[in-house]
């Protein structure tokens, strides 16, 4: 069993195993590696940078059990490290990108300010502007954070549909997902009860690309509408409401504004 100091160095250790991972994410090792197994200086020839120091993330990464290196040092992807890649179905490269990111990692240095003064801004005390505001005028951050979004929905509709199995949706018609990305998991609903219709609410932004949104992908196009708003001025109306990965990034204040608009 691991002493108290061995557990609390692993700790204080954390943020740098993650950065690895976000470093790797962000100069393609993973991609690099999806079609087959290569050497560090071959993917370092590839990404362009230097072949050395690429060799220690790389072993780096292996000791995360990332990446998986033989006695020719070749490397090749783990299961774990698949999951890094752009096009694995089950993709988390959007949320390393987004969680591990300057953007991100700079919100936690106001983390004592924010509980010594009962705030819950940091973001605005970093960039000057609530984040969707501050994603609206840098596009590229709005993608990444999207690619997070569609990866944790991934993970969370099977979870969702899981616990929502015994409820019964006879009592309602139509459902609305506050907040809900592109859909994908009001679509599986949808999908799995075809007497039930919905409506996805987001900020325009969102949803302003049609070849994103799940409806018409999941069959579910005429029993699904997508609706540009701001969910702390007013959602359409609907017999239920449903919030995912929402409230968790609000004051108390705000999230009592947004239950309050949906009573």
Known sequence: MEDAGTKVIDLIFGRKRSQMLYVGVTLGVFDA????????????SALHV??????????ALGSLELL???????????PMGA??????????RGVALWEEGPESYALWKHLPALITEGQQNA???????PPFAYMAQHPSLGAVFNEAMNSYSSIDTSLVLE???????SGIVHLCDVGGGHG?????????YPALTGTVLELPSVIAKPELLWADKMGVGERCIYVPGDMFTAVPPADAYMVKRVLHGCSD?????ILSIMH
């Open 33 to 44: 590696l999806a079609p087959d197994p290569r050497s560090a200086a071959s993917v370092a």
């Open 50 to 59: 230097d072949a050395g120091l690429l060799y220690r993330l790389m072993r």
């Open 68 to 78: 998986h290196e033989d006695d020719t040092k070749t490397f090749s992807l783990t």
């Open 83 to 92: 999951l890094l890649c752009t096009d694995h179905p089950q993709t988390l």
């Open 123 to 129: 973001f605005a005390r970093e960039f000057g502007q």
């Open 163 to 169: 616990a929502l199995a015994p409820y019964d949706f």
């Open 184 to 192: 994908q998991t009001l679509c599986s609903l949808l999908g799995k």
């Open 253 to 257: 204040t705000q999230c009592v504004q």
